[in-house]
């Protein structure tokens, strides 16, 4: 069973950076596609990132330039590198790896952005 554990999340000031990590275990396949979603208060879970098993990687509009999502060389670990923080990213970040065509999710992490 493939379990995801994300960390990293807080409350930063607008402007600041945080790092997201996300680990997985119980993994069975080196081919995999590692996403980040988020999801805010009343909103709907929304695909921030995704680094392709191949390595390309693709981002929401609303994060280019700002956000950089990147993977160990294990393929086991992906993060995400916030920087310049606003106060609309202000939400739950959600790691989710797909191989064997099944999905896992993370439990989430809070990321906070105060004005």
């Known amino acids: 069973q493939v379990q995801l554990v994300e960390s990293g999340g807080g409350l930063v000031q607008a402007g600041g950076s945080l790092r997201l990590s996300c680990t997985a275990s119980g993994t069975h396949s080196m081919i995999n596609v590692m996403y980040w979603y988020r999801q805010a208060p009343g909103k709907q879970r929304e695909m921030v990132a995704v680094?392709?098993?191949?390595?390309?990687?693709d981002y929401a509009e609303s994060v280019k330039g700002r956000f950089t999502i990147s993977r160990d060389s294990a393929k086991t670990s992906v993060y995400l590198q916030m920087n310049d923080l606003k106060p609309e990213d202000t939400a739950v970040y959600y790691c989710?790896?797909?191989?064997?065509?099944?999905?896992?999710w993370g439990q989430g992490t809070q990321v906070t952005v105060s004005p």
């Open positions: 680094i392709y098993n191949g390595g390309d990687t």
């Open positions: 989710k790896r797909y191989e064997n065509a099944a999905n896992y």
